[in-house]
């Protein structure tokens, strides 16, 4: 597993941010039970940052807390099998690794979450790793079937690895 993390908050990162980030997005992975090793990006940036990125791709000119930039088309969530057909098109031709494709977190937005909701800077950022690999395997949250479904998932996620609200340390 590949994770390329880049940051382009105004400020250096805690530590514990990049193994939150490399622990949730292996434990997702084992989740979903993906058969292969992935390449994944993730970027921080902060509310500008993300705002740009947000009205560019998606025609909202908002900041948001995550963005995710799938980089496969899925028949259904979770389903990888089909992309081995065409390895060329799924897999970095160097290490072999399929590029699920890129997260933006917005800082500002981890910081100011956690407090609103009560808990911790950590249980935000995994919570919003989490709900973007969801997405970067397929599941979306367009409906409220698959709202709930997904909630349902990346509270599992995060149960598995002890980032819930019950058990959380600074």
């Known amino acids: 597993?590949?994770?390329?993390?880049?940051?382009?908050?105004?400020?250096?990162?805690?530590?514990?941010?990049?193994?939150?980030?490399?622990?949730?997005?292996?434990?997702?992975?084992?989740?979903?039970?993906?058969?292969?090793?992935?390449?994944?990006?993730v970027l921080f940036t902060d509310d500008a940052g993300i705002c740009e990125m947000n009205k560019t791709y998606r025609g909202i000119d908002a900041p948001t807390d995550v963005l995710s930039f799938p980089m496969l088309d899925y028949l259904k969530p979770a389903e990888f099998n089909e992309f081995e057909?065409?390895?060329?098109?799924?897999?970095?031709?160097?290490?072999?690794e399929l590029m699920l494709g890129d997260i933006v977190l917005n800082v500002n937005r981890i910081i100011q979450q956690a407090q609103a909701y009560g808990h911790t800077q950590k249980r935000e950022l995994a919570f919003l790793v989490a709900h973007s690999m969801l997405?970067?395997?397929?599941?979306?949250?367009?409906?409220?079937?698959?709202?709930?479904?997904m909630e349902q998932l990346q509270e599992e996620i995060?149960?598995?690895?002890?980032?819930?609200?019950?058990?959380?340390?600074?």
């Open 85 to 96: 057909q065409h390895p060329e098109a799924y897999f970095n031709q160097d290490t072999g």
């Open 135 to 149: 997405h970067l395997a397929g599941y979306d949250h367009i409906n409220d079937i698959e709202r709930l479904q």
């Open 158 to 170: 995060l149960k598995m690895k002890g980032y819930t609200r019950d058990h959380e340390e600074e």
């Open 1 to 41: 597993m590949s994770v390329y993390i880049e940051n382009e908050y105004k400020e250096p990162l805690p530590e514990q941010y990049a193994l939150i980030v490399n622990d949730v997005i292996r434990a997702s992975l084992e989740f979903i039970q993906c058969p292969y090793e992935c390449e994944i990006n």
